[in-house]
Nanobody, 129 residues
Framework: QVQLQESGGGSVQAGGSLRLSCVVSAYTYDDFCMGWFRQAPGKERERVAHIWTGDGTTIYDDSVKGRFTISADNAKRILYLQMNRLKPEDTAMYHC??????????????????????WGRGTQVTVSS
């Protein structure tokens, strides 16, 4: 069973930066079909970033474009989310997500559907003004 363990959350002031990490266990594919979701209290969860490491495809929500960067170290089996110029509205629980790494076509379907099979428990990010 794939396991995802996030870390790196915390409290920062607006304009600051954080880097989230997600250690991936029991993921048997060479390439990652993964992403990051967030959910704030009283709001629906939203995907902020997606990556298919097979060809480097990345997708970002408009609200984080130019500020957040998703990346992965396949050898170390770690997914990252670098978050810069943080805003109070970025405050949320951030979850690492993954689906099967069957290939690029499959991952594109996952990306469009925003429906990922595996979820981490999350790490809290709080941005104060």
């Amino acid at each position: 069973q794939v396991q995802l363990q996030e870390s790196g959350g915390g409290s920062v002031q607006a304009g600051g930066s954080l880097r989230l990490s997600c250690v991936v266990s029991a993921y048997t594919y060479d390439d990652f079909c993964m992403g990051w979701f967030r959910q704030a209290p009283g709001k629906e969860r939203e995907r902020v970033a997606h990556i298919w490491t097979g060809d480097g495809t990345t997708i970002y929500d408009d609200s984080v474009k130019g500020r957040f960067t998703i990346s992965a170290d396949n050898a170390k089996r770690i997914l990252y989310l670098q978050m810069n110029r943080l805003k109070p509205e970025d405050t949320a629980m951030y979850h690492c997500v993954a689906d099967e790494g069957f290939g690029g076509d499959y991952c594109r379907v996952v990306a469009r559907s925003r429906d990922y099979t595996y979820w981490g428990r999350g790490t809290q990010v709080t941005v104060s003004s």
